[in-house]
């Protein structure tokens, strides 16, 4: 009786198909944090209006009622990646918040509580844009003034980690907070911040 044996893939075939498992394992990790239609799963907090427009998530200072304030998750996270698109105005105040334990609803602000990332369309000041707020300054002038950029935030164990359009701006090892809400700031009037293309990676 002979017996044969039977051939092992071809090693370009087997990367192949372990490249695609890898790729859809990979693709699948990631989930939006905001559905393009509604706000649903976030709450707004303080006077600033935000709304839906073109999949977009819009912040602004409504003239007859103005005022700043958050747009924050009801959920709350601890280790994960986090990326995003905004634009701002130039001249404008944003940030992101991330492991806020108050919601925005804090005695100080989530910057203060948790770890905000700033956004600031304004040259030469303390937390430039990419920034982790007071605990660890980006440098300056890596925004793009009236362009949409992009951030990759990076939150493990006690480090927070931030990357601006490609580039890491900011790291920091602190035990401030570990858990908290995701948020999203409209900080100055007379201006308007945009987020698309929220997702997350927990």
């Not at 994960?80 to 492991?99: D, E, H, Q, Y």
């Not at 300054?137 to 950029?149: C, E, F, L, V, Y």
Request: proline share 6%.
């Amino acid at each position: 009786m002979t017996v044969r044996a039977t051939p092992f893939p071809r090693l370009p075939s087997l990367l192949c198909v372990l490249m695609l498992a890898f790729s859809a394992s990979a693709a699948a990790d990631w989930k939006p944090l905001f559905n393009g239609k509604d706000l649903n799963g976030w709450e707004p907090v303080g006077k600033a209006v935000w709304r839906v427009e073109d999949k977009m998530i819009v912040g602004f200072s409504d003239p007859a009622n103005p005022g700043t304030g958050w747009l924050v998750t009801r959920r709350e996270y601890s280790d994960f990646r986090l990326r995003l698109k905004f634009w701002i105005t130039p001249g404008g105040n944003s940030g992101v918040a991330v492991r806020d334990p108050s919601h925005a609803r804090g005695a100080r602000t989530p910057a203060h509580l948790g770890y905000e990332i700033q956004i600031l369309d304004v040259l030469h000041e303390k937390n430039p844009t990419g920034s982790i707020y007071d605990l660890a300054p980006a440098p300056d002038g890596k925004i793009k003034s009236g362009h949409w950029n992009e951030f990759l935030i990076t939150c493990k164990g006690t480090r927070i980690e931030v990357v601006l359009n490609g580039e890491k701006v900011a790291e920091t090892d602190n035990n401030r907070s570990r858990r908290g809400a995701i948020g999203l700031q409209m900080h100055s009037a007379n201006m308007t911040v945009k987020f698309r293309d929220l997702e997350i990676e927990e």
